[in-house]
């Protein structure tokens, strides 16, 4: 039985051994969703260097900051 299970597994994403702990690759909607686009890199690396640091007490607090710091960037031409 085992050795039909690792047959079936084998035929998805491969699952990594680290120190014996089995691990999946990390996740991804699909193999062409992954961000490439150097605009938009730089649009989410100002964003999260706005909201570094900063403590929220609840979720619209976040929802406010994230998009006063999205609007910021969006000025700067990013």
Known sequence: M???STNILSQ???VFVTRGV??????ARSKHSVQTSP???AFQACVAS???GKKFANR???RTALASAASSCRGRGL
């Open 2 to 4: 085992a050795r039909l």
């Open 12 to 14: 998805w994403e491969p």
């Open 22 to 27: 089995p691990k999946q690759p990390d996740y």
């Open 39 to 41: 605009r938009l890199k």
């Open 50 to 52: 706005s909201l570094a």
């Open 60 to 62: 619209i607090e976040v």
